[in-house]
């Protein structure tokens, strides 16, 4: 008998996907009620995992060898690593183990049961099928095995970092929580490259604040500014140059240098119909449990400060998907909030006297955060001697 049962641990233990108990008495040699004294016996002893098996109308058990995460890490180290010049640990930080249908994130994260080793980083495969078309949730789940909101937190991820938007993609989604990838309009790269103009009605904003905006020449700032496309979204100097240069335009000064500004928002139309259509761009879905929240989180980022012309871009998307959503379920209040943290994004990257005010800290009677009190509206807190450019505001007024 314990010849018997060392035998079938063996035969069990070599097969990692487990073995069908009615195929187990078969190599065995053994007719089938001995075979389920012996499976009864392993399972008694906690030696083994047994489950339910249906197929074409047959039924019978799936039997698997129980071992610890660590045996389980050792075989995954011998069998797979070994040939694929990888580690236990970069598995796991690629999200390639699927156990117990769960993305497995640390090694004790709890005891696995079953698992499978993706080919490539879950969010490498994920984008990979989202660029061919809209692809809802379950359809990924279903897919790679996954149980669970496992998919749905991938796919929350991807949103909140620059991922995409430094290979010049964005990330859409539409009611029915089907996704799909698309690339960035050309247009949005060079002509709008925060996306606030087209998204959030930016251009308002620099008709209300005109006073407070440093005026930039179009000939003085082409080729800087062609430069600085070039070098975020890989596109040739010169022929951004030459197409900006048959636009009717002007220059900004913002935190991150000359910015275009359309005298025509014919553009910004185009940008903005590409970019929402009639499908949500950027952020989750959102609830209205988790908008105050979601809120938060991007007047805590633009406090904090964005270091890159892309954390923009996430964060104007989001507010975007935010405004939108907010409309939907008819909130004014929470809309007011977000117009707000929008006004004060947009003094931050272009304001000269909002600015300066932060170089020096917080003026006294100034808030911090969506839900507090504005600046003093009567005039601008601190002033820095310069002599912009002007445009006339008439004309600003009549272009948007």
Not at 196 to 216: A, M, P
């Amino acid at each position: 008998m314990e010849d018997t049962i060392e035998k079938t641990l063996k035969i069990i233990d070599s097969q990692p996907e487990g073995i069908l108990q009615c195929q187990l008495w078969k190599i065995l040699q053994i007719d089938s009620r001995k075979c389920s004294r012996i499976i009864d016996y392993l399972l008694k002893n906690d030696q083994i995992i047994r489950k339910e098996y249906r197929k074409e109308g047959i039924k019978t058990f799936l039997i698997k060898t129980k071992k610890t995460n660590k045996q389980i890490f050792e075989t995954i180290k011998r069998d797979y690593c070994s040939n694929h010049n990888c580690s236990v640990e970069q598995l796991i930080k690629e999200c390639r183990i699927i156990a117990n249908g769960k993305i497995l994130k640390s090694p004790d994260q709890y005891i696995i049961q079953s698992y499978y080793i993706l080919d490539k980083p879950l969010n490498e495969l994920i984008i990979n099928d989202l660029m061919a078309n809209y692809c809802p949730i379950p359809k990924l789940a279903k897919k790679y095995g996954i149980v669970g909101p496992g998919i749905f937190s991938e796919i929350s991820r991807l949103m909140d970092s620059t991922t995409l938007f430094d290979q010049g993609f964005l990330l859409k989604h539409n009611s029915e929580l089907s996704f799909k990838i698309v690339p960035i309009p050309v247009e949005a790269k060079i002509f709008d490259p925060f996306f606030g103009f087209s998204l959030l009605n930016w251009k308002e904003l620099l008709v209300e604040f005109y006073d407070e905006i440093e005026i930039l020449p179009k000939n003085e700032n082409l080729i800087e500014y062609s430069q600085l496309i070039s070098h975020l979204w890989g596109l040739p100097t010169y022929e951004c140059y030459l197409y900006l240069s048959t636009k009717q335009l002007f220059f900004i000064n913002s935190t991150f240098g000359p910015i275009p500004i359309l005298f025509s928002k014919s553009i910004y139309n185009q940008i903005s119909e590409s970019l929402l259509e009639s499908d949500n761009v950027g952020k989750r879905i959102l609830s209205p449990k988790n908008i105050d929240k979601t809120l938060k989180k991007i007047d805590k980022q633009i406090k904090i400060g964005v270091n890159s012309v892309l954390e923009v871009e996430n964060c104007i998307i989001n507010l975007a998907s935010l405004i939108k959503r907010c409309m939907n379920i008819q909130d004014p209040i929470v809309l007011e909030k977000v117009h707000f943290i929008n006004e004060r994004f947009f003094k931050e990257l272009f304001s000269v006297y909002y600015q300066n005010i932060h170089l020096k800290g917080n003026v006294e009677g100034e808030k911090n955060s969506y839900n507090d009190e504005r600046i003093d509206d009567e005039g601008p807190l601190y002033q820095e001697e310069y002599v912009p450019l002007k445009i006339g505001k008439n004309i600003l007024k009549k272009s948007f």
